[in-house]
């Protein structure tokens, strides 16, 4: 009991004569109070009502039941200023800690670094990356997409990676085993055709946990018409010009035949080639002068005293052969 007398009367000394010189204030976590009383304690650290001692600081108390309001959850309308003793600061109605005497609470310090370090439940599981957001690719020719998959799960996994190719290609799908923490790279190749429609889409990259998608990001796809970077001449055989006839329509025995030059589109060159081909267009037999066509003229006009004349080649139908005949006649077309 003498020595917790002593212990007491020093603190009261060191108190006064704390307060005597008005330098500083008390660092109460310098003392020991260990040996002290309640009621000593309670005189070192003095809290106005509606506060009341908890531990080394003051906290509310509105309905005076000895429970801090703060842990009853209750908020307080009155306006009253605790006394806070150095370590402690006066923020709002209450005191707290601030031991590096920033005029900053403790708890806000370590509040603010919290929010500063990553939440694990709001990290995406996977990660899709990918160096390039636009490919362009010319007709018949590979396109080759690249793309990084990392996992930050706990775990290893299996996953599905797909690159769906809607409207220009033929969609890939391969499987990939994850590490946690894993990152791969992977690729997806396409073989364009010649013949792909020309415009602009998308590849969709897809991861899939069995039929869920878990990560998903698209990529900009150009299609441009050519071959190895230049532009064919054609892809179909209807892009080449059409067929022209040659000479004039011959007969061989019974049909009728014409000389014509066709065009077509080369495979593997895409230029447009010709060849020739006689081609049947109806028979050379007939039945009356209309079947073996229209007269035509041959030579320039020309004057025969006063009148005009031009050479025309006239068709008949061959009596007894039933053959298409022709022969020729001035005919007169007018005055001179």
């Not at 609470?105 to 509040?111: A, F, I």
């Not at 019974?254 to 447009?272: F, L, M, P, S």
């Amino acid at each position: 009991m003498k020595n917790k007398n002593l212990l007491w009367i020093s603190i009261v000394v060191m108190v006064g004569m704390l307060f005597t010189s008005g330098c500083d204030e008390i660092d109460i976590n310098k003392l020991n109070l260990s040996d002290l009383s309640e009621e000593d304690i309670n005189k070192l650290i003095v809290c106005k009502e509606p506060y009341m001692r908890y531990g080394t600081e003051c906290c509310l108390d509105q309905d005076n039941n000895k429970i801090c309001d703060n842990d009853e959850g209750l908020n307080s309308d009155l306006n009253v200023a605790p006394v806070c003793n150095s370590p402690y600061i006066q923020v709002g109605g209450g005191c707290c800690l601030d031991q590096d005497n920033n005029k900053i609470c403790d708890n806000d310090e370590k509040d603010e670094t919290d929010n500063n370090t990553p939440n694990d439940d709001t990290t995406e599981k996977i990660v899709i990356n990918t160096p390039k957001t636009s490919y362009t690719v010319t007709q018949g020719n590979t396109l080759t997409i690249s793309f990084t998959v990392k996992n930050n799960e706990k775990t290893s996994k299996s996953y599905a990676l797909e690159v769906l190719a809607t409207g220009w290609g033929e969609s890939v799908t391969q499987q990939a085993t994850l590490s946690a923490g894993q990152e791969a790279t992977t690729y997806a190749y396409f073989d364009v055709k010649s013949d792909a429609p020309v415009g602009d889409y998308v590849a969709i990259i897809n991861v899939k946990e069995g039929s869920s998608i878990v990560a998903s990001k698209g990529i900009s796809v150009k299609i441009e018409s050519g071959i190895g970077g230049n532009k064919p001449e054609c892809l179909l055989n209807t892009d080449c010009p059409p067929k022209e006839p040659l000479d004039e329509p011959f007969c061989v025995g019974v049909g009728k035949y014409q000389r014509y030059k066709y065009y077509r589109c080369g495979i593997g060159t895409n230029v447009c080639e010709s060849y020739e081909r006689d081609e049947r267009i109806g028979s050379c037999l007939c039945e009356t002068n209309a079947d073996c066509g229209e007269k035509e003229p041959i030579d320039e006009p020309f004057c025969l005293g006063d009148y005009q004349f031009q050479k025309f080649k006239y068709y008949r139908c061959g009596i007894g052969t039933n053959v298409c005949e022709s022969y020729e006649r001035d005919l007169n077309i007018g005055e001179c």
